[in-house]
């Protein structure tokens, strides 16, 4: 099904599945040396039918120097087709009336990014540096630091949101994990009963009690269930 997918770039570092449109599927690729001297690209390809055909939607040309194994992308969970892409430790938006990717106003390395379910527009910024945690209310325009109670000098790694309850978010530092659950306006720590281990992934559960996963670097995967 994916004959000649592989053929677009030299690797793959992140794909979206649109869960709105059937056979609708989104990947980063990344290409080093693809055009003029010193010049490296990343790509944002799209197929409308499961992968049978793909086409370029967008690309970003960068120096050799960016570190090309990190490029993600998220979709808006509305189905509205725009898309938001990590790279190049910057954070840029698609929409459907736009050819090419924009760059949001946001200072660096973005590291991970959540979209508010109910409210699209509503979304927030992991990144590494001091003010580890951005919001923004109009969708990228304008962004402001909600890092209250997360400790100074701790690096985020990992952002999720819970599906249900989208006020409640999680981040995982190199230190710990954090919780908030009033839209970023305040966090606590969220570790008790986590090895001392990086956080690899986060995931919380769509479905049944309130879970939060944790994968972890070499001690497995662990579970916490929350009483509300």
């Given at each position: 099904m994916?004959d000649?997918?592989?053929?677009?770039?030299?690797?793959?570092?992140d794909?979206?599945?649109?869960?709105h449109?059937?056979?609708?599927?989104?990947a980063?690729?990344?290409?080093?040396?693809?055009?003029?001297?010193n010049?490296?690209c990343?790509?944002?390809?799209?197929?409308?039918?499961?992968?049978?055909?793909?086409?370029?939607?967008?690309q970003?040309d960068?120096?050799?120097?960016?570190d090309?194994?990190?490029?993600?992308?998220r979709?808006e969970?509305?189905g509205?087709g725009i898309m938001?892409?990590?790279?190049?430790?910057d954070l840029?938006k698609?929409?459907?009336c736009?050819?090419?990717?924009?760059?949001?106003?946001?200072?660096?390395p973005?590291?991970?990014?959540?979209?508010?379910?109910?409210?699209?527009?509503?979304l927030?910024a992991?990144v590494?540096?001091?003010h580890?945690?951005?919001k923004?209310?109009?969708?990228?325009?304008?962004w402001?630091?909600?890092?209250?109670?997360?400790?100074?000098?701790?690096?985020?790694?990992?952002?999720?949101?819970?599906?249900?309850?989208?006020?409640t978010?999680?981040?995982?530092?190199?230190?710990?994990v954090?919780?908030?659950?009033?839209?970023?306006?305040?966090?606590?720590s969220?570790?008790?009963?986590?090895?001392?281990?990086?956080?690899?992934?986060?995931?919380?559960?769509?479905?049944g009690?309130r879970?939060?996963?944790?994968?972890?670097?070499?001690?497995?995967?662990y579970?916490?269930?929350?009483?509300?």
């Amino acid at each position: 099904m994916l004959d000649g997918f592989f053929k677009l770039a030299d690797q793959f570092p992140d794909f979206a599945v649109d869960p709105h449109r059937a056979g609708r599927l989104v990947a980063i690729g990344t290409t080093e040396f693809c055009g003029p001297p010193n010049v490296s690209c990343i790509s944002l390809f799209l197929s409308n039918n499961g992968g049978r055909t793909w086409r370029q939607v967008a690309q970003l040309d960068v120096p050799p120097s960016v570190d090309l194994h990190f490029a993600q992308v998220r979709l808006e969970p509305t189905g509205s087709g725009i898309m938001y892409v990590l790279a190049a430790n910057d954070l840029y938006k698609r929409s459907p009336c736009t050819a090419n990717l924009s760059l949001l106003p946001l200072r660096g390395p973005v590291v991970d990014l959540a979209v508010d379910p109910l409210t699209p527009t509503t979304l927030y910024a992991a990144v590494g540096r001091r003010h580890q945690l951005y919001k923004s209310r109009d969708g990228g325009v304008t962004w402001f630091s909600a890092s209250a109670g997360l400790p100074a000098g701790a690096k985020a790694r990992l952002l999720a949101i819970d599906p249900r309850a989208p006020a409640t978010l999680y981040l995982a530092t190199d230190q710990a994990v954090f919780v908030s659950d009033d839209g970023a306006a305040s966090w606590q720590s969220l570790s008790n009963g986590l090895p001392g281990f990086a956080i690899d992934s986060l995931a919380v559960a769509s479905a049944g009690p309130r879970t939060l996963y944790a994968a972890t670097a070499g001690a497995g995967v662990y579970a916490l269930t929350r009483d509300r």
